[in-house]
């Protein structure tokens, strides 16, 4: 990874309670040190409260609750998973609008483990090649997606992966498709 690749980017992570702290953690590491500002966006302001594996983890200071945040101020999405963040997050309506909009913007998108929950409700799968933990498989399917169980998938500008296993190279494809910038065939 290209030291600044994202120099003068700024990256969206929209998490809530319950996110998987390292899901949410390696990523932002990985993007800041690629030169990204990074906003950390929830339904509320205050602080979110990662877990660890179902344990408690830590709290992370909200930069911008979801109604007053807007897509076009943003060069890229980050979807960290959890069981409990994605599943609270995808019954928020601002929330799926947001994520809705990167895709209408045709700006990169990068979900992880239960992250792609948010996909599926934001109805951007159709046509889509995916993965994420497998238990979201019937979920995304039914969305119209082609899941597989892989590392990293990437699909114009859509890069997803299973599990916190998979962060290494998770961060290195999310690090290049915001490089990339806008990915014409992200659109819905």
């Known amino acids: 990874m290209g030291k600044k690749r ?5 990256i969206a992570f929209l998490a809530t309670d319950g996110v998987e702290e390292t899901e949410l953690t390696q990523p932002w590491n990985a993007a800041r040190e690629a030169g990204a500002e990074i906003d950390l966006i929830s339904p509320t302001l205050g ?3 990662a877990e660890r594996h179902g344990e408690p983890g830590e709290a992370f200071k909200v930069d ?18 959890g069981l409990r963040n994605p599943d ?6 601002k929330a799926v609008a947001f994520t809705r909009a990167f895709f209408e913007q045709s700006k990169p998108v ?8 948010m996909l599926a409700e934001a109805g951007v799968l159709v046509n889509r090649k995916v993965t994420s933990w497998p238990s979201l498989k019937t ?7 082609s899941w597989v169980d892989a590392e990293v998938v990437v699909d114009e500008g859509l890069v997803t992966s299973r599990k916190p296993a998979d962060l290494d190279i998770f961060c290195a ?16």
């Open 6 to 10: 994202l120099s003068g980017r700024r």
């Open 139 to 145: 979920d995304l399917t039914n969305a119209g997606a």
């Open 47 to 49: 602080s979110i409260r």
């Open 88 to 93: 609270q997050l995808r019954l928020d309506k």
């Open 173 to 188: 494809k999310m690090v290049e498709e915001f490089s990339e910038g806008r990915h014409p065939g992200q659109a819905t």
């Open 110 to 117: 990068a979900a992880i483990c239960h992250g792609p929950w």
């Open 64 to 81: 911008r609750a979801v109604a007053s945040a807007k897509a076009e101020d943003y060069d890229g999405l980050v979807l960290p998973g």
